[in-house]
């Protein structure tokens, strides 16, 4: 038996509300028994939906580096090639 569009999506719903950590945690310590519940299908969905949320946290970056800092020392001012690179590749992937 496999699972249709619709069942998918109100799963993924219900884990929503949960959260990643309750449901992570239930997977691996009760085999997704007490939360999760279902065929060994829900419970590879559920495994399914874990991997795709800490993928989407890992491309989450929570603020973007500063190319120019200002800083007391000798030089007074630093340039972060890295990102500058970054930054100029993003905008011409973007056009």
Do not use: C, Y
């Amino acid at each position: 038996m496999t699972i249709s569009e619709g069942g998918r999506k109100a799963r993924f719903e219900q884990w929503e509300k949960l959260g990643l950590d309750r449901i992570k945690h239930d997977l691996e310590h009760t085999k997704g028994v007490v939360v999760v519940g279902g065929t060994l299908e829900v419970q590879a969905l559920a495994w399914e939906w874990v991997r795709l949320k800490e993928a989407e946290q890992a491309n989450v970056k929570e603020e973007p580096d500063e190319v120019l800092t200002l800083k007391p020392g000798i030089w007074g001012m630093s340039v972060n090639l890295k990102e500058a690179w970054r930054r100029s590749r993003d905008r011409l992937k973007k056009k």
